[in-house]
């Protein structure tokens, strides 16, 4: 028993030798790296570290970029030490993923020497990802003021930011392209990928009914890009669905013809008169009734049906317009319930003065006093009349 206690004793005195050992070697190696950090603090640059003070960087997380008094610095000074920049390698830190550090970098003129161009945005498409999109966006943006000539900076940027979701901003950096006096090919790639987001954004507008949201959009987008007449040719068309017809008009007036044609926007300015007028649709007992004449000249006088999908004509009318047999059937709903009738093709006719061509009807089996068939939303929807308010 005895033995067993001085063992236990011996193993106690021998735990409280050693941990003291380790205080001392831990004090001294605190002690020594607090001389470090006391030296960097007046400005000693410690030996293989970088001089925080030195590069106008803050040492609270390299948060911000300082001059000597405190202040913010738009362009501070790449620290050197013995003529040589003190610098993490841009290849280095892509290779790391950190973006934080390589956009602190980046804003530091003459980080990025112009022979590494080309292989640094190289090495940034590869990289690029949904999840280092944000930070990857603020690196290009850094990389962008110092190279504000490099256009492929800025479609990576609209990449990246259709990536994230954000399609109006992607929007928006290709408007400033097509605005920024690059190349003729660039603006036109520019352009390309423009319309292809503007397209995405209004059909979602129209697909919730938004009307006046898709015109105050057309209206953002003609001002940002006046250059295009299309651009404003929609905002007019967007007045009209608003029926603001002189807004309509004037700024129809103001289109010209460099990306839409003439005959496209004559043919609004007669749709837009006619609005205006009434559409010219005579009426009877409520109703709305079309003149329509066919290539021989015939006339035929057409009930419109804002319910009908598919014009129908009577036999008689079938004949008088030129209508060639399809030869097919098919089943339709009516009133009456479900009936089968034949289609039709009219090669020409005009609608209100309207040209229409190449229409498949139906012949209508029932007939219409006084009318020669139903004029639907087939025709109505070719020339923009607005079904809803007939």
Not at 219 to 226: A, D, E
Not at 228 to 245: G, M, N, P, V
Not at 300 to 324: H, M
Not at 371 to 389: A, H, K, S
């Amino acid at each position: 028993m005895l033995i067993i206690r001085r063992f236990a004793l011996f193993f106690v005195f021998l735990f409280f030798l050693l941990g003291g050992g380790l205080g001392l070697i831990l004090g001294y190696q605190l002690g020594a790296a607090g001389g470090h950090l006391q030296g960097a603090d007046k400005g000693q640059p410690e030996q293989g570290g970088v001089n925080l003070q030195e590069l106008g960087v803050s040492r609270s997380g390299i948060s911000g970029i300082n001059g000597p008094d405190g202040t913010a610095l738009n362009s501070p000074k790449v620290a050197e030490v013995n003529g040589a920049p003190r610098l993490t390698g841009w290849q280095s830190l892509i290779d790391q993923g950190n973006w934080y550090l390589l956009q602190q970098h980046m804003a530091l003129p003459g980080y990025l020497p112009p022979e590494d161009v080309q292989a640094f945005l190289a090495q940034l498409k590869q990289r690029v990802n949904k999840y280092d999109a944000l930070p990857m966006r603020r690196v290009l943006r850094a990389y962008a003021q110092q190279f504000p000539e490099d256009v492929e900076a800025l479609f990576m940027i609209s990449d990246l930011q259709q990536i994230e979701g954000a399609s109006e901003a992607a929007l928006e950096t290709l408007l400033n392209i097509m605005n920024g006096g690059f190349l003729a090919e660039e603006i036109s790639r520019a352009k390309k990928g423009a319309d292809q987001i503007i397209g995405a954004i209004t059909a979602g507008l129209k697909n919730r009914g938004s009307v006046a949201e898709l015109e105050a959009f057309w209206r953002h987008i003609s001002q940002q890009y006046p250059t295009s007449d299309y651009y404003r040719y929609e905002w007019a068309r967007a007045l009209a669905e608003l029926q603001r017809w002189e807004e309509a008009q004037r700024v129809l007036a103001e289109t010209g013809t460099s990306d839409i044609s003439q005959q496209t926007l004559d043919q609004f300015a007669l749709t837009l008169a006619r609005a205006q007028s009434g559409w010219g649709f005579a009426k009877a007992d409520g109703q709305l009734l079309a003149s329509v004449r066919g290539s021989s000249g015939s006339e035929v006088t057409l009930l419109v049906d804002t319910g009908a999908n598919i014009t129908s004509l009577s036999k008689q009318a079938l004949r008088r317009l030129g209508a060639q047999p399809l030869g097919d059937k098919v089943r339709v709903r009516t009133a009456g319930g479900v009936i089968e009738t034949s289609t039709y093709r009219i090669a020409y006719m005009e609608v209100q003065g309207q040209v229409v061509t190449d229409l498949r009807v139906l012949q209508l089996e029932a007939d219409l006093p006084g009318m020669d068939g139903l004029l639907g939303t087939d025709v109505l929807q070719r020339f923009d009349w607005p079904v809803d308010n007939l």
